[in-house]
């Protein structure tokens, strides 16, 4: 499998009075083909995780695994682990510092030692995989295009070293309605090329149209695991821990409170429809 996480433990600043433990013996395990979606409170973790899921972090005990390599032991080849492993953090857009597009995207695969052809074919195709037109934006400088260009540019940049697993860290933070629509809906469109995708997201509504299982974690521990009609089922737990069900799934759950016949763990729109139109049809 992609992923294997196994007892994972991260503590910052041991042995001080500032010690704080930010993963608890966390094991989870990423299928090829998934797109996962890990969520929690501010606090519980999550962007730690990510971090060693490319070798950035690394913690004892505990052990993670990509495609079979083992991130932790000693010798091990972080470069290969991270051309297997594009990271998109929060704001990648203020880590763009080359004077032309083209450059900006260029620079891992650069990195790599490929050849110039074999560089340009990379720009070029990651480019149109994030929407934007090589012979528009290749020649200008990525601080005249508009904030959510910019971040197109900027995961270009992780695709463009052909990642199998891209892991995104709140990708659509800061984006306006519209913004946040197209973006996720380049990130479904990678996801449909194969990549296996790891979203981190506070948004049940985002990870709930969009992921096929979702990891909960709560004080740096995995509170619930399932796909999103499995954990939504926990509205009132979820609650207690910093966290919210999508808006459909808080409807739903009204309505069942109210005697209609809601079936447990709907949160799409189309899902909570049918079921009105079924409670209607039926003479609710």
Do not use: W
């Not at 010798?75 to 929060?90: E, K, M, N, P």
């Not at 207690?240 to 069942?256: F, M, Q, S, W």
Request: hydrophobic share 40%.
């Amino acid at each position: 499998m992609p992923i294997e996480v196994k007892k994972l433990t991260h503590v910052y600043m041991p042995g001080t009075p500032f010690e704080s433990r930010a993963l608890n013996a966390v094991s989870l395990s990423i299928q090829d083909g998934e797109f996962v979606g890990i969520i929690g409170h501010t606090g519980s973790g999550k962007s730690t995780l990510i971090t060693h899921l490319n070798g950035l972090e690394k913690s004892e005990p505990g052990v993670v695994f990509v495609n079979g390599m083992d991130l932790g032991e000693k010798g091990a080849d972080l470069i290969a682990i991270r051309r297997v492993v594009g990271l998109v953090f929060q704001y990648p857009e203020y880590q763009l510092f080359e004077e032309t597009v083209a450059k900006d995207v260029a620079f891992g695969p650069t990195n790599l030692g490929l050849d110039a052809d074999e560089i340009k074919r990379r720009v070029e195709h990651a480019l149109k995989q994030v929407g934007l037109d090589p012979a528009e934006v290749s020649e200008k400088s990525p601080f005249e295009l508009s904030g959510g260009q910019k971040r197109r540019v900027a995961i270009a940049g992780v695709l463009a070293m052909q990642p199998g697993i891209l892991i995104l860290d709140e990708p659509a933070a800061g984006l306006d309605p519209m913004g946040r629509r197209e973006m996720f809906d380049l990130i479904r469109g990678i996801h449909d090329s194969g990549t296996t995708v790891v979203m981190v997201s506070h948004s049940m509504d985002d990870v709930g149209r969009l992921c096929d299982r979702l990891f909960v974690l709560n004080r740096g521990e995995i509170a619930y695991t399932g796909t999103p009609a499995e954990v939504f089922v926990h509205d009132n737990r979820l609650h207690a821990i910093g966290l919210d069900v999508p808006e459909c799934a808080k409807l739903a759950r009204r309505l069942r409170e109210a005697g209609f016949d809601m079936p447990e763990g709907i949160y799409r729109t189309e899902d909570v429809c049918a079921a009105i139109i079924g409670n209607l049809s039926g003479g609710k």
